[in-house]
């Protein structure tokens, strides 16, 4: 069993940064590849990014390259999201995810909601114009 909960959101001008922060329970956190999604108002959830167990493969939806980074430290048991050059569009809900998958395969293609075993309860971001 994981426990998620997220930090970090808030609300930002337009053009601002936000580091997001998803901190898991339990020993086996690098045995978990660890996903962004967000969901804004009146909008399915969409994915973000992922990132693998080890931390040393990451896949980005393609509209968030370059914005946003996720990293890791397997030593907090946490995972990062840091989002630059924030746009009013980027207001969402904000959730992190884990997903069963062994450390150092890479976590391509995990960007569905059903391939996720656990999330968090989510943090709001609101992006101003």
């Known amino acids: 069993q994981v426990q998620l909960v997220e930090s970090g959101g808030g609300l930002v001008q337009a053009g601002g940064s936000l580091r997001l922060s998803c901190a898991a329970s339990g020993r086996t956190f690098s045995s978990y590849a660890m996903g962004w999604f967000r969901q804004a108002p009146g909008k399915e959830r969409e994915f973000v990014a992922v990132i693998s167990g080890s931390g040393g493969s990451t896949y980005y939806a393609d509209s968030r390259k370059g914005r946003f980074t996720i990293s890791r430290d397997n030593a907090k048991n946490t995972v990062y999201l840091q989002m630059n050059s924030l746009k009013p569009e980027d207001t969402a809900v904000y959730y992190c995810?884990?997903?069963?998958?062994?450390?150092?395969?890479?976590?391509?293609?995990?960007?569905?909601?059903?391939?996720?075993?656990?999330w968090g309860q989510g943090t709001r971001v609101t992006v101003s114009s």
């Open positions: 995810a884990a997903a069963d998958l062994s450390p150092f395969q890479r976590p391509d293609g995990l960007d569905t909601d059903d391939e996720y075993d656990y």
